[in-house]
């Protein structure tokens, strides 16, 4: 055919050339063509008035439905990452009397961390500070995710606003901390952005067609729920009140209660070694009390701990009643919170109980009678945690017969209280991290009666990491298989 196309003039022969041949004929000569796909006959094209160009057309319509038909017939690709994958986690998912707890894996594994980010911080809603961190027009945080970093502001109308922490012209990380800012400045070619992330100023850069409006920043979608300002990077997830469940009554209390109107009294940063997960786990349940918290036992005893669970994507108990022991967090050393009947039940009040939540992924709440602490956790690596305690107070719980002297003493006291408990817990998840890198433990049972909390959440952790969407667990969830799979 080469032969042919040279005698006939249409191209020189490439071998007499001493040059590759044009692309056309290359592709012609060399491509096997798919049944289904329009073909080239060499003869019938001679007898025409056929330019190179022309067959060249040809031949990449021909290619473009080859690429195609490839595509479409090419299989669905195959997950690699175990961690993705449901059997993975058969063992937790049995019912709560013979499952086994997580895979040892997730709190130390590199390929289980690199799967969590991508499932859950990349997908999911997730809590980063409290409302009061944001107060004044132009109050900044900067939050580190793994690999991604975020910046969240308030603008002039008291209004959040959260964006990827990426310059969009070369990449660079805006900023390091947080502050009170006018603009975010891009430290490279300062670029600027107002507190909305529109891009405001870009010196020296000539660009007649460049449209500012087509590069401000990446946004990232913000809430407020609990008085907590929640995160979530992928803009077509549900919203936050969906994740949560909060449709139900008991979420819905949680959201009444006056978190915005309490005072920061006190808040510390922790850099643990040990996963998130830990800590979590920790925290929901009260087996380990005599043992770890001797003093935090007299006050909520372990006998008195009862469960306050509604439907929803979250883990809820209390104490009742609390037991004066005391301590300085008795009843009598302050005012109930002001609105705390927001969230009595029938059988709880209040003013005597001790309310125990944990949002999910990643903050911790306890409301006790006079006062608040939260926990909340972000992943710092592998088997490493950045937790930030927040211990918060309403102004009205204060005593008339208090002065500013005594209530603050008092107030530091708390404080001092809190820490002390959250260092004993921040001492044996230590231990725990260290324990479940041994490869003779292949995971734990759980005690039906007091960590049926952790069961709930530990498939909560497996619903993300397999992008399960069940719907809100009801109350009692202690079979997942056949509660969850079956409705």
Same mark, same amino acid.
């Given at each position: ?5 040279? &005698? ?66 090419? /299989?669905? /690709? ?15 998912? $049995? ?31 997730? &809590? ?65 952005? +107002? ?19 087509? +590069? ?22 549900? /919203? ?79 104490? +009742? ?18 609105? @705390? *009947? ?19 992924? +990643? ?46 003493? $008092? ?18 998840? *230590? ?32 619903? &993300? =990491?397999?992008?399960?969407?069940? @719907?809100?667990?009801?109350?009692? =969830?202690?079979?997942? *298989?056949?509660? =969850?799979?079956?409705?």
């Amino acid at each position: 055919w080469l032969k042919n196309l040279s &005698a006939s003039g249409a191209v020189e022969h490439p071998l007499t050339a001493m040059r590759p041949a044009p692309r056309a004929l290359r592709l012609v000569a060399t491509r096997s063509f798919s049944s289904q796909s329009p073909t080239i006959d060499p003869a019938a094209s001679l007898a025409g008035n056929l330019t190179l160009a022309s067959l060249d057309a040809q031949i990449t319509a021909v290619e473009r439905r080859n690429r195609h038909l490839e595509r479409a017939m090419a /299989p669905a /690709p195959v997950e690699t990452n175990r961690f993705k994958l449901p059997e993975t986690y058969a063992a937790t998912r $049995k019912h709560l009397d013979f499952a086994l707890s997580l895979t040892p894996a997730a709190y130390h594994d590199p390929d289980y961390y690199k799967a969590e980010l991508e499932q859950l911080w990349e997908k999911k809603w997730f &809590a980063v500070e409290h409302v009061q961190a944001f107060t004044r027009h132009g109050d900044t945080q900067v939050v580190d995710v793994g690999k991604n970093s975020y910046i969240v502001t308030m603008d002039r109308h008291g209004e959040l606003h959260a964006f990827h922490n990426v310059c969009r012209h070369r990449g660079s990380k805006l900023c390091t901390s947080g502050g009170n800012k006018k603009r975010i400045n891009c430290p490279y070619h300062h670029w600027s952005y +107002n507190l909305k992330g529109e891009l405001v100023g870009t010196p020296f850069f000539d660009q007649p067609h460049f449209d500012r409006k087509l +590069n401000s920043l990446f946004p990232v979608r913000v809430e407020v729920f609990a008085g907590l300002v929640w995160l979530c990077a992928d803009m077509g997830a549900r /919203p936050l009140r969906e994740q949560l469940g909060a449709q139900s009554e008991g979420l819905q209390q949680v959201d009444k209660f006056p978190f915005r109107d309490m005072a920061v009294v006190g808040a510390k940063d922790y850099h643990v070694n040990c996963d998130w997960k830990l800590l979590a786990e920790n925290f929901l349940e009260y087996y380990h009390l005599n043992a770890v918290h001797p003093e935090l036992a007299e006050y909520s005893t372990p006998e008195q701990h009862k469960g306050n669970q509604f439907p929803g994507n979250y883990v809820g108990y209390c104490t +009742n009643p609390v037991t004066d022991s005391g301590s300085c967090v008795d009843l009598t050393e302050f005012h109930p919170n002001p609105g @705390g *009947e927001v969230l009595d039940t029938e059988e709880y009040r209040s003013f005597e109980t001790a309310f125990f939540y944990q949002f999910f992924p +990643n903050v911790s709440v306890s409301v006790f009678p006079n006062f608040v602490y939260s926990l909340i956790c972000l992943p710092g690596g592998p088997g490493k945690t950045i937790e930030k305690m927040t211990v918060l107070q309403h102004p009205g719980s204060k005593l008339a017969s208090d002065s500013d002297e005594q209530y603050k003493a $008092k107030v530091a006291e708390v404080m001092k209280f809190v820490s002390t408990v959250n260092q004993q817990d921040v001492d044996i998840c *230590e231990r725990v991290g260290l324990g479940v890198t041994q490869a003779a433990y292949p995971g734990g049972v759980f005690s039906p009666s007091m960590e049926g909390t952790v069961y709930r959440f530990q498939n909560l952790v497996i619903d &993300a =990491m397999t992008g399960a969407e069940p @719907g809100p667990y009801p109350p009692v =969830m202690v079979d997942y *298989e056949n509660t =969850m799979t079956r409705r």
